[in-house]
């Protein structure tokens, strides 16, 4: 394989499949990684943003043990990467800020192996790395389309850095791993996507641990239906992400942000905050001012509706984080992807059917995940009642269907040994 820059304007006689991937995050990095030695297609990555910069950077993510049993399976040398430089993510627990337990969820009772909780600018490091020198940052896909007699694939490109402009043809399989608002799904989809908005924000910020920090392992704490969620990540730092009910329409109202409506949303009505529920609620107003917020929001799931182009990640399936999923599914589709890729090079015939085929082995399940987000966001509404909202989770159907998500991972179908005397031959 040839990880290669795009050049303005090239023009170029392929011989070797041409795989073009957009985006550089989690399903992109993990789709380069898995085929960067490759020596029999050429792939581009083109990124948007630069090497050290992204939005996400300043924050952290919980990442469910299906994802890492996945990678083991498909690409363990990703996957042992992201298990040593990150904690286990071993426990769920659910709380009132009053301090009343509600759920205490050993992830090992319906998974076959812990998640793990990790900084996102780690993550990006861990992933992007070992492309050192084959994605090209600074890189925006502006455009894609297919064109000329048998409607081959191109995309265009601008650089961010020096404002040129290029057209990359000849794609014989695109991949959008350019996140939930891919101009590539907006492409296949025939136009923007219409969100469906839950009228529920979220924020999140990552801060220093500081002494006698009482939070470790994945926990909630719910005020109602306002919701905190709080773990350690490594480098003795805390990520928190809290959420409330917003009104229907529109943005975030500014005085929703403010340390005084943030309190006031999370102290106990009849007595003083948990331990801690207090220490977040403190932490929370002390950084009002550097807070990422969102609104939770989710799409329609497609991933192969037109031939030789391939949605991966969020482009393919914009879901509510609820059960942190969105990057856990990143990392599953990217398995897949490089597994029907192999597949597909090894039959030589060609990549045209490689969306069709992922989609076939990935829309039932990520329906199922999808779902299962939403339904579980059902404390996060307005109204809900947290402790009713809780005991269902604590219920042998909902454990089930947990372990439906945590252990029932694509398996790999092409035979890596087989693969690497097919490629290397
Ligand atoms: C508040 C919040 C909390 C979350 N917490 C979790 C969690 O704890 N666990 C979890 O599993 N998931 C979580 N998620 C979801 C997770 O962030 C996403 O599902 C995940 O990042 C999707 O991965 P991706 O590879 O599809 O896209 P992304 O990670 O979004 O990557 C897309 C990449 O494409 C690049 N790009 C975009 N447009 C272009 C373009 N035109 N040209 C070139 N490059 C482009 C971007 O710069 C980026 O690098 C959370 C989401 C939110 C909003």
């Known amino acids: 394989m040839s990880l290669t820059h795009p050049e303005p304007h090239v023009s170029i006689v392929m011989k070797k499949p041409r795989i073009v991937i957009a985006g550089a995050g989690i399903a992109g990095s993990l789709i380069a990684s898995g085929l960067r030695d490759r020596t029999d297609c050429e792939v581009i990555c083109l990124e948007r943003v630069g090497e050290h910069e992204q939005g996400e950077a300043g924050t952290g993510l919980n990442i469910g043990p299906n994802a890492i049993k996945c990678l083991r399976l ?16 071993s426990k769920w627990t659910i709380a009132l800020t009053s301090g009343r337990p509600l759920m205490d969820l050993r992830l090992m009772d319906v998974a076959d192996n812990a998640g793990v909780r990790i900084r996102w600018a780690e993550l990006y490091a861990l992933l992007r790395g070992p492309l050192d020198g084959h994605i090209a940052y600074n890189t925006e896909l502006i455009g894609c389309g297919q064109d ?3 409607l081959t694939t191109f995309v265009t490109w601008r650089s961010r850095e020096t404002g040129a402009e290029g057209r990359i043809d000849d794609i014989d399989l695109l991949i959008a791993g350019d996140g939930r608002y891919s101009a590539i799904r907006q492409f296949v989809l025939g136009g923007p996507d219409t969100p469906a908005f839950l009228n529920v924000c979220l924020y999140r ?10 939070i470790d392992d994945y926990g909630q704490w719910f005020n109602g239906p306002n919701r905190l969620l709080a773990f350690r990540v490594p480098g003795d730092l805390i990520y928190c992400a809290g959420s409330f009910p917003i009104p229907a329409e529109g943005a975030i109202p500014e005085a929703m942000k403010q340390p005084d409506f943030l309190r006031a949303a999370y102290m106990p009505p009849d007595g003083p905050p948990s331990r801690e529920a207090g220490y977040l609620i403190e932490a929370i107003t002390r950084h009002a001012d550097r807070l990422h917020w969102a609104r939770l929001q989710e799409g329609s799931v497609s991933y192969g509706r037109k031939a030789g182009i391939l949605l991966t990640g969020d482009a393919a399936h914009p879901m509510v984080p609820t059960l942190g999923q ?12 490089v597994d029907e890729i192999r597949l597909a090079l090894a039959r030589k015939g060609g990549l045209a059917d490689v969306p069709a085929r992922v989609e076939e082995r990935r829309a039932e399940r990520i329906r199922f995940v999808v779902d299962l987000s939403r339904a579980a966001t059902d404390t996060m509404l307005a109204g809900a009642d947290p402790i009713e909202g809780t005991r269902w989770k604590t219920e042998a159907p909902f454990l089930l269907q947990l372990k439906t998500l945590y252990r029932d991972v694509p398996l790999p179908r092409m035979d890596r040994a087989d693969d690497r005397r097919r490629t290397f031959a």
């Open 326 to 337: 969105g990057a856990t599914q990143a990392c599953e589709d990217a398995c897949v992807a």
């Open 205 to 214: 910020v990552l801060f220093p641990a500081g002494p006698d920090c009482p």
């Open 148 to 150: 000329g007699p048998g």
């Open 74 to 89: 498909h690409l363990p040398r990703e996957a042992e990467a992201i298990v040593g430089n990150s904690l286990p993510w």
